[in-house]
Structure formats: C-alpha cells, structure tokens
C-alpha cells in the first residue's frame, strides 16, 4: 500500500493505477498543471490502458513517464511532460538548469520520491505493527475480564440486568476494538493478514461487528437493525471485519440523529451480499467512481463537518476486490437537506462470490 501524502507537495501532475486498472489517487502538481486535452476520454483512455513503466506518447502528443515501484503493485503516471535537454544559462560566469529537466533527471526526480516515501513507510510500519502487538494483549486482557464479569453477575440472585447489560457492553466495545486494531494493522502491512485465512461464516461475522457498533451508535441517537439470512461458509482472510466495521463506521457517524442503519446480509445467485443502508451526505455521480480511492471524500461528506480520513472505504475496496475477489459499489438517492447540505439514502452493497 502506497502512502500518497508526500505526492500532494510534487511538483508534477500524477497519477496512481492499480494492476486492475482502477486510479488509485492524483494531483494536479504544485508548479505545473496537465495540459487542457482536447479528447479527455482519449486522454483517461490511455493512461488506463498502460501497464508497463517507460515513456510514452499521449493522444495530445505530451510525454508521459510511467513507473512501476518494485515493491508495489501501483503503477505511477506522470502525463502531460514536455522533457528537453538542459540548458545551460550564463549569467556572470554561473550557469544555471532549465526549468524543462531531461528524461533521466526526471526519472531520478520520481524513483527519488517514490524511494523516500517507502523508506518512510516502512519506519511507520514498524512502529505501527509494535503498536498493534501491545494494543492488542491489553484488549484481549479486557475482553476476557468483561467476559468474566458478565458471567459472574448472571450468577447472582436476582440477576441484576443493569449490570449485565454493562458488562456486555465491555465485551462488544472490546470486539469492536479488535477490529480497529485489524484495520490499523492491514493499513501498515496488510501481508501478514493476507496469509491468515480460515473458514468464515460470513453473517455470523457481520452481525458480530455490527452488534459491536450498538453502543456508539445509541450513543449518537442511531438504530442499528441487522438482518441476517446467509447460510454461506466462506475461505478468506480474517481481515473480512474490517469491511463491515468501516460500512457501518461510515454509516453511523453521518447518520442524522433519529435514523436508522439497516445492516442486511444474504445469499443470492451464488453470491453473498452485505448491504449497509443509512441516510448520509449525498454522493454526486461523478464521484460514485471516485470515493473508493484512497483519501477521497465526497464534497457534501466535508461540507458536513464531519471529520474522515478517506481511507476506510479504499480498506474496503482493497479488501473485496484484491483479496476475497468480489465487489463493491455505492448508490444514493437525494432525500432532503439537514443542515444546508444535501442528504439521501446511501447504500453500500459488497458482492462476494461463494
């Protein structure tokens, strides 16, 4: 996984690909902007259809560099290049460069970039994976403490249900919790927890993370309603949960207060379906295709106020797409405005396949 934050400062425009063919990410390049192409769609058309790092020649006769990082499987595009050679320019006997740089000084300048920002990656990754390790033995330490409790106050008579019901709520926050820690530790290094498959009931997981959101979720005056009917056993990675727990993380933090979340999983035409439907900040169709990229937000979700990182729902594409080989798609239907900004029915519907 590439971090794109050190391309917002680059001074090129860029692009970013995955193998599959989705864009990923782009900037506009803080010192020189792509041309105005004549054909857009020829341009878009093209840049998608590249896979192998080189130079090539765009329908508007620009340069484009494309470089694959070898420990990535993102494909960088840097369109719109009119390279030259240097040229040098005396002013009292000091000579200074072009602003136009040759093509090895600019593949330099990109595998430089792309060099820093692994190197930075992999400083993260180490001290978020170390992080994770103790997060987690505290939790589980919890979980099992919770688990006690609850336990130990069925036993008493009269039960106490007050009592109970604090106690469980120890326990789901804890599970939800472990979820979080998954998604922090795929995001660092999703390798390890790509290997670590077994056999999932796929309704049974989901009900167990949306059952863990109650909670937080009546907390913020939001109903969560589950309905379970899939009977499907499915191999996959354990890092399944982070999918429903960033749906539904989505879903109750831009619920307006009085709605519900309905959380619906079952089987249909070999595939099992997970649908996440809430009332949230209206989608525009021209960012339908968009918001699955990494630290994409629609605009009426930042108008909100609500703060997100943009990275939960690129988790999931990530997830479903590369690795348990199904889909994922969003749908929204405008409804009304709540507090100046448009609102509709968004529904998140992630297709695997059995």
Request: hydrophobic fraction near 40%; proline fraction near 5%; charged fraction near 20%.
């Given at each position: 996984m590439i971090d794109l934050v050190l391309f917002r400062s680059f001074a090129y425009p860029w692009r970013v690909y995955s193998n599959s063919g989705p864009l990923l990410g782009s900037g506009s390049g803080t010192l020189f902007r792509e041309p105005n192409y004549e054909r857009p769609a020829d341009s878009e058309s093209f840049f998608r259809s590249i896979r192998t790092e080189g130079w090539y020649v765009c329908p508007s006769k620009r340069l484009v560099f494309a470089y694959r990082q070898s420990s990535s499987d993102r494909l960088f595009i840097f369109p719109g290049l009119t390279m030259s050679r240097i040229v040098r320019l005396k002013s009292q006997g000091d000579r200074a460069p072009a602003t136009a740089p040759s093509r090895p000084e600019f593949e330099h300048i990109v595998k430089e970039a792309l060099e820093i920002n692994e190197q930075s990656r992999k400083h993260l990754r180490l001290q978020t994976v170390a992080f994770t390790h103790d997060y987690r033995r505290i939790?589980?330490?919890?979980?099992?403490?919770?688990?006690?409790?609850?336990?130990?106050?069925?036993?008493?008579?009269?039960?106490?249900?007050?009592?109970?019901?604090?106690?469980?709520?120890?326990?789901?926050?804890?599970?939800?919790?472990?979820?979080?820690?998954?998604?922090?530790?795929?995001?660092?290094?999703?390798?390890p927890m790509i290997r670590q498959t077994l056999q999932l009931n796929i309704g049974k997981r989901v009900v167990a993370v949306a059952n863990s959101w109650r909670l937080i979720a009546e907390k913020a005056d939001v109903e969560i309603k589950i309905e379970n009917s899939s009977q499907a056993i499915l191999l996959?990675?354990?890092?399944?949960?982070?999918?429903?727990?960033?749906?539904?993380?989505?879903?109750?933090?831009?619920?307006?207060?009085?709605?519900?979340?309905?959380?619906?999983?079952?089987?249909?035409?070999?595939?099992?379906?997970?649908?996440?439907?809430?009332?949230?900040?209206?989608?525009d169709p021209d960012e339908i295709q968009e918001?699955?990229?990494?630290e994409a937000r629609g605009r009426f979700a930042v108008r909100s106020g609500i703060v997100g990182s943009g990275i939960g729902l690129s988790l999931?594409?990530?997830?479903?797409?590369?690795?348990?080989?199904?889909?994922?798609?969003?749908?929204?239907?405008e409804r009304y405005f709540n507090r100046g900004v448009p609102h509709g029915e968004i529904e998140f519907l992630v297709k695997l396949p059995h």
């Open positions: 939790n589980a330490a919890l979980y099992h403490q919770g688990l006690r409790l609850k336990s130990t106050l069925d036993e008493l008579k009269p039960p106490d249900s007050n009592l109970v019901g604090h106690a469980q709520n120890l326990v789901s926050l804890t599970q939800l919790h472990r979820v979080a820690i998954d998604w922090a530790q795929y995001r660092a290094d999703p390798s996959g990675a354990t890092v399944f949960d982070v999918v429903p727990y960033s749906l539904i993380d989505n879903a109750v933090k831009y619920s307006p207060r009085k709605q519900s979340v309905l959380v619906k999983i079952e089987d249909r035409d070999g595939m099992t379906e997970l649908r996440v439907r809430s009332i949230g900040p209206m989608i918001i699955f990229n990494i999931v594409a990530d997830i479903v797409g590369d690795i348990l080989g199904g889909t994922v798609g969003v749908t929204a239907d």
